[in-house]
């Protein structure tokens, strides 16, 4: 199937822990994001990378850490998780200015 | 930078009815402005977009006007059908990157 995965899918953890999130893409585009969709269902997105170069870096915590090892992958790495980063995280790739393909979303719960 | 205001939050129509969901933006510059269809549960899917050298476009039922000198821009979707139940997101994104600005969504519901 060519689309944009994530994993894991659910994800529950404690205050203080840290955790990751992967994301793939099989559909050789060249710029990956990562969007955070809050309780009250609003998307804004967090970072994007083209061709593994970070291009856009919102407000976010600098407990918050992209990394891209290849342009298929973008991976969002979380530090010290506080109660409010509990949202749907979603990875989406695009050619650059195209239509964004989103992955199923991650879960993130912090109790 | 770039701010998207969409409205209505909510919208309840009946089957068969049309229904409208309305979105402005802010930064003039802008000039890609996708609709994301999201149902319960899964991720958006984009359903129709429009670039600002176009004014409207069509897709079977689903249509999105733009109005760059008013700086808003508008989903249609006639003949409603209860699968077209979501919640619906616009957004806004300058040529470069496509960094996509969203609007708060739309719950639609439509009643059989």
């Known amino acids: 199937d060519t689309a944009v995965s994530q994993t894991p899918k659910y994800l529950v953890t404690q205050m203080g822990n840290d955790k990751s999130i992967k994301c793939e893409q099989n559909l050789g585009h060249d710029t990956m994001y990562w969007y955070k969709q809050d309780s009250k269902k609003f998307l804004k997105i967090m970072f994007s990378y083209n061709n593994k170069e970070l291009i856009i870096n919102e407000t976010v915590p600098n407990r918050f850490s992209p990394k891209s090892p290849d342009k298929a992958h973008l991976n969002l790495h979380i530090n010290s998780l506080e109660l409010g980063d509990s949202a749907v995280y979603f990875c989406?790739?695009?050619?650059?200015?195209?239509?964004?393909?989103f992955g199923p979303g991650t879960r993130l719960t912090v109790l | 930078g770039e701010n998207v205001e969409q409205h209505p939050s909510t919208l309840s129509v009946q089957e068969g009815d049309s229904a409208v969901i309305k979105c402005t933006y802010s930064d003039s510059a802008s000039n890609y402005f996708p609709w994301y269809k999201q149902e319960l549960g899964k991720r958006p899917q984009l359903i129709i977009d429009i670039r600002s050298n176009v004014g409207e476009k069509k897709d079977q039922r689903i249509a999105v006007t733009l109005n760059k000198t008013a700086k808003h821009f508008s989903l249609h979707i006639t003949e409603t059908q209860p699968e077209d139940s979501a919640v619906y997101f616009c957004a806004a994104s300058k040529t470069s990157y496509g960094k996509l600005t969203f609007g708060q969504g739309t719950i639609l519901t439509v009643h059989p």
């Open positions: 989406a790739s695009s050619l650059t200015d195209d239509e964004q393909f």
